[in-house]
């Protein structure tokens, strides 16, 4: 497919490059294989949808997409729009119905994260729907800021040196997560579809609008840090790839080292 309609043709190619380099860095899709893509409707997921749907259509070996939307049963959650987004690209789009929204109201425990929960819940619908259709891969939207602010959350509030990666297999060993826009940055993830007056569905859940306070705060130390560090982005992605163990705390790490010693 072509570079969508008002967007900048430089800004399209930045997005396709690094979604590219992505897939070649960490062999996220080899022949054969089926995507299962998770499509919420928002910004992050459609971006990917249409980035990986660009280079399905210019790739030398043959895969399959299948979007994927989770309706956790919101009222007013607008999966017809979903389905007018996606039915151009010559996909066709997969709902899975869930009763979420009453399960949610009915478990979650007083102080506990709303968002949380029933983002815990779209992973496990989404598992199994992949499973369902045959799919080996499950697509997600995360981006460059998405890494980045987890991992600053994980050191600040957890304590763990932890962010996310790329390409991991769930727990049952039969479906492997993978993170494509890993080197994507959400301002032009923003901007693409800014120009582009992609319009964007809303969750309607109770919180919608509601942002994580602590991933809110990333946002801003990120913010006023640029400032006065203009590649620190950057860089904190770099270090991901670029771990040192004998220089960390972890005594398993430091037993490993001895042991190679």
């Known amino acids: 497919m072509p570079c969508p309609a008002g967007m900048d043709s430089k800004l399209w190619r930045r997005l396709r490059h690094g979604i590219g380099r992505a897939i070649a860095d960490f062999g996220l899709i080899k022949a054969g294989d089926r995507v299962c893509i998770g499509l919420s409707g928002g910004k992050d997921s459609?971006?990917?949808?249409?980035?990986?749907?660009?280079?399905?259509q210019r790739a030398?070996?043959?895969?399959?997409?299948?979007?994927v939307t989770v309706d956790a049963g919101f009222a007013g959650f607008n999966t017809d729009a979903i389905r007018r987004f996606v039915e151009p690209?010559?996909?066709?789009?997969?709902?899975?119905?869930?009763?979420?929204?009453?399960?949610?109201?009915?478990?979650?425990?007083?102080?506990?994260?709303?968002?949380?929960?029933c983002a815990r819940l779209k992973r496990g619908?989404?598992?199994?729907?992949?499973?369902?259709?045959?799919?080996?891969?499950l697509a997600l939207g995360h981006h460059r800021d998405d890494f980045i602010e987890t991992l600053l959350?994980?050191?600040?509030?957890?304590?763990?040196?932890?962010?996310?990666?790329?390409?991991?297999?769930?727990?049952?060993?039969?479906?492997?997560?993978?993170?494509?826009m890993v080197y994507l940055a959400e301002e032009d993830i923003v901007e693409a579809i800014r120009q582009a007056g992609i319009a964007t569905v809303s969750c309607s859940c109770p919180v919608a609008g509601?942002?994580?306070?602590?991933?809110q705060r990333m946002k801003r130390l990120l913010k006023t840090l640029e400032q006065e560090i203009p590649q620190i982005k950057h860089s904190l992605l770099a270090a991901l790839g670029n771990v040192q163990p004998r220089h960390l705390l972890d005594p398993h790490l430091v037993k490993e080292d001895k042991q190679c010693a």
Do not use: W
């Not at 459609?46 to 399905?56: A, D, P, S």
């Not at 619908?125 to 891969?137: F, P, Q, V």
């Not at 600040?156 to 494509?180: N, S, Y």
């Not at 509601?210 to 991933?215: A, E, F, K, Y």
């Open 46 to 56: 459609q971006i990917l949808l249409l980035l990986l749907r660009e280079l399905q």
């Open 60 to 67: 030398p070996i043959r895969y399959e997409l299948l979007p």
């Open 89 to 117: 690209l010559g996909l066709s789009l997969v709902i899975e119905q869930t009763d979420h929204a009453a399960l949610i109201n009915a478990k979650l425990r007083p102080g506990s994260s709303y968002c949380a929960f």
């Open 125 to 137: 619908a989404l598992y199994g729907a992949a499973r369902r259709l045959g799919c080996n891969l």
């Open 210 to 215: 509601d942002p994580d306070q602590q991933r």
């Open 153 to 180: 959350m994980n050191q600040f509030f957890i304590g763990t040196l932890k962010a996310m990666a790329p390409k991991t297999v769930c727990d049952d060993g039969d479906i492997t997560v993978i993170r494509p």
